[in-house]
């Protein structure tokens, strides 16, 4: 029997209910499509931070190397300094790992409530492909004369042909496999960010003319793609995006698809080991009362399966999730609004695993 | 008499159209409070651009200068590249006048659709206050190797300490003048953007503890402000932020107040000369049809008059929208569909102004 060794990251938070959930299901799934899941646990996270000191001990990175995926609840601790962890745990992985693609379904499952007018499951379906290591989150810039009324700093949005046609051979790529209109849309801002943006277009274009006729190019500007996402959702198939930018609007893709109870992400490396994660975040005030939200979870635990090739095994848990909405049983997807506890949903959705 | 010197620019495709309801509503208020306002026209755009090839000539921004205010409808044409008119007149203006305080109101007028559900004027009603000469918009960066598969693209996001204290100081006041619950939320991204976000932050805090005790202070990460805009727009009083941000979330706000047709700018120099428009652009298909939306214009214009300091004949233009809009004989706010001419918008705003 094909099995995949998976590395748990449970983290802070409500990460480690959620995250049980999310396991499962993906058990559910595997036995029903004859593979295996063998889980190892990692305590990263806000809590081992405040006990050691660190971050990711320079060991892990080789650590989680060997799995051939990482499955993440949520990294966040009330009591550790905001940006610690994230640099020192999500970025730090990103990089150290090559993740270099962020992907980020937004789409409006049955009865999900959106705070958009007249919008239903047919108007908000897409997918934005954020470029995931480069850009203005290499950390290169500084500052001087900290502190003086002469402070000086600098952050340096940085990109190199190969790296952005890495992300846009991949979001091609994506594009050919969705059913959809098979338009890729750059979302950049080329208009100020002349030397970036440029590369950019002219790649978007070069590639998509010489290897992807069959996919419709578009182009809009970060600012404006905010409107249209708000607008008309509906004209979107799969938008590619710098690092920044995809930060950005994948947050509001987030909020329009019925916000963080349902938003799951991907970092990946196409070639090596990829990262899976509800992006809601470690939700302290709701921790241990077993009324958190796990569909994000689940639904990253499916985009796991998708990428490594378990197809059949991903759409599955994607069906469950959706004939779990359109049964109406699930009242809410706010914490404590559900009508079921998080187990009762995971039960719940693991049951109609078909 | 107190008398302004205006410079309109009318500018490319409605530009002109809706500048004049924009001047009708001006001069019905001007002649109620006792003040004129001498106009000059100057034809900087897209069709002058075409004709001679320069965007702004070297003389232009001295000649501006000499005036109160300048007033502009709309820059953009669909027979010039991208990019060229918006940096050679609309940025190069901001950089040569210093504008360095870009304004956007946020308020939803009655009976002005927005996308959002069950959200009403008074929940969508507030400022943001967008850096509007630095950071990434300072052109700083470049390119090498362009072209080839080694090629390397950078732009700079570069802060000093004075550019992000004029800004925050000016955000301060404007935040103690407005009658809302007095809060001032910093919208950045401090946990990828060390460096300058860094110093924002400080700076927001410390200016706020020293001179602003009144002033609530409040953060926001960029990527989670527009889940907010979007889920909790009640929530906001005034924003602060950096150029790039600033761009990003003021067209999301102009979606949630009803879009373009409602949308109106200040580009400020609080010492010197300051520009306002319509946000809109300059919508070739609509142009001289006399069917596009003008009450952008009319807005901007009482903006502009509350930065020349009539802030009672301000007031009077931003009630008479308000009546305009309340009266419900303005069916809609696009182009096309308001069941009146732009000139009858404007005729109807100019009646109202008491
Ligand atoms: C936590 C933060 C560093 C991170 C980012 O900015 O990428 C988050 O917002 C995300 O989108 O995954
Ligand atoms: C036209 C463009 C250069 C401009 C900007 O990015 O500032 C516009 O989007 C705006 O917000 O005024």
Redesign the interface.
């Known amino acids: 029997m094909k099995s995949y060794n998976i590395a748990l990251m449970p983290g802070d938070g409500t990460g480690p209910e959620v995250l049980v959930e999310g396991v499962k299901v993906l058990d559910a799934v595997a036995s029903k499509f004859g593979f295996k899941l063998n889980y190892e646990n990692y305590d990263f996270g806000g809590e081992r931070y405040m006990k050691t000191g660190e971050c990711l001990p320079d060991n892990a990175v080789d650590e989680l190397k060997k799995h051939d995926s990482i499955f993440l609840g949520a990294i966040g601790h009330p009591d550790v300094k905001?940006?610690i962890l994230?640099?020192g745990i999500l970025?730090k992985l990103r990089f150290a790992l090559d993740q270099y693609i962020n992907l980020r379904p937004v789409k409006l499952y049955p009865n999900v409530e959106?705070?958009?007018?007249d919008k239903g499951p047919e108007h908000i379906d897409f997918t934005v492909i954020r470029e995931n290591t480069g850009g203005?989150?290499t950390?290169?810039?500084?500052?001087a004369m900290?502190?003086?009324?002469?402070?000086?700093?600098?952050?340096?949005?940085?990109?190199?042909?190969?790296v952005v046609e890495r992300c846009l051979r991949y979001a091609y790529e994506y594009t050919r496999k969705r059913n959809k209109n098979k338009t890729l849309t750059l979302v950049h801002?080329?208009?100020?960010?002349?030397?970036?943006g440029?590369?950019w277009v002219?790649a978007h274009k070069e590639i998509g003319d010489a290897e992807f006729q069959d996919i419709k190019q578009d182009y809009n500007h970060?600012?404006?793609a905010?409107?249209w996402m708000?607008?008309s959702p509906e004209f979107y198939d799969v938008i590619v995006t710098s690092n920044?930018?995809g930060?950005?609007?994948?947050?509001?893709g987030?909020?329009?698809q019925g916000?963080m109870g349902i938003a799951a992400g991907g970092n990946i490396n196409p070639e090596g080991v990829s990262m899976f994660e509800p992006i809601g975040g470690s939700a302290p005030k709701y921790t241990g009362k077993n009324i958190i939200n796990p569909l994000a979870a689940i639904c990253s635990g499916g985009m796991m399966l998708e990428t490594l090739g378990e197809d059949a095994a991903a759409k599955a848990i994607d069906q469950a999730v959706n004939d779990a909405m359109a049964s109406g049983k699930i009242k809410s997807l706010s914490a404590g609004k559900m009508g079921m506890s998080t187990t009762e949903v995971g039960d719940f959705v693991a049951s109609l695993i078909k």
């Open positions: 905001p940006g994230e640099l970025l959106t705070p958009l007018k203005i989150y950390g290169m810039g500084g500052a900290v502190g003086t009324p002469n402070e000086v700093a600098t952050q340096v949005m940085v990109y190199t042909r190969p801002k080329c208009n100020v960010l002349t030397h970036v440029d590369l002219r970060v600012d404006a905010t409107m708000v607008k920044l930018f930060d950005i609007i994948t947050d509001l987030a909020m329009i916000g």
